[in-house]
């Protein structure tokens, strides 16, 4: 069935460090893929996303890679800052699907 | 620009009553899509509108059903609830030429049912 899965629910690192969030992807039909971070108490906030037809996007503190041979997708946070603590998830969808399909999301936590 | 607006925030029913959320999308999207939250389940997709039409829906009973109106907001109506209903409900708008990916989502209605 579908599944976006990802390889850890938790990850804890230190205030400063860079910290890298997994995703594993089951449909090799998709096109489109998104991570969301979702704090508590708030709905999911876009963080950025990503084409099939890139295996790299920066943003501003943030790079998503794409690894569509594996089906694999991560997030790298550089410099992370108590702020970043949250839920993350990553999302795929496919052209025509007119959803997005979600994993079960990994929670980040800040040790000062 | 305001976000997306959704209302009530929170709410308590009781095993068969129904309820009705409602979602204001940001200004100019016209996809509304719905998306119910569990610790156990994650994320998972109910239906999406656009321009009043349910163009996708996901795996749950017939008791959950949506609607769109001309200005683009949106209801969705859970009927006869059960225990296992109670969840954050997100509702997400997209804005146009997205195609129903980049979602943009309010805070959602949390629903208890007791």
């Known amino acids: 069935g579908e599944n976006v899965g990802l390889h850890l629910p938790t990850l804890s690192v230190q205030e400063g460090d860079n910290s890298i969030i997994n995703c594993a992807y089951s449909n090799s039909a998709s096109d489109y893929f998104i991570w969301y971070k979702q704090e508590s108490g708030k709905g999911p906030q876009f963080i950025i996303d990503i084409r099939s037809n890139m295996d790299k996007r920066q943003g501003q503190r943030v790079t998503v890679l794409l690894n569509k041979t594996v089906k694999h997708l991560s997030l790298q946070i550089a410099a992370t800052q108590p702020g970043d603590s949250a839920v993350y998830f990553c999302?795929?969808?496919?052209?025509?699907?007119?959803?997005?399909?979600f994993g079960q999301g990994t929670r980040l936590t800040i040790n000062p | 620009k305001a976000g997306v607006t959704q209302t009530p925030r929170y709410l308590i029913k009781t095993r068969g009553q129904q309820v009705t959320l409602s979602c204001s999308p940001i200004?100019?999207?016209?996809?509304v899509s719905w998306y119910q939250q569990t610790p156990g389940q994650g994320l998972q997709f109910l239906f999406e509108?656009?321009?009043?039409?349910?163009?996708n829906k996901g795996n749950f009973p017939g008791r959950f059903s949506g609607r769109q109106f001309s200005n683009s907001r949106s209801e969705m109506n859970v009927s006869t609830l059960e225990l296992g209903d109670s969840a954050l409900y997100l509702c997400?708008?997209?804005?146009?030429?997205?195609?129903?990916?980049?979602?943009?989502f309010g805070s959602g209605t949390q629903l208890s049912v007791l």
């Open positions: 200004s100019g999207h016209r996809s």
């Open positions: 999302a795929e969808s496919f052209q025509g699907a007119q959803k997005l399909v």
């Open positions: 997400a708008s997209s804005p146009p030429g997205a195609s129903n990916e980049k979602l943009f």
């Open positions: 509108y656009f321009s009043e039409t349910q163009r």
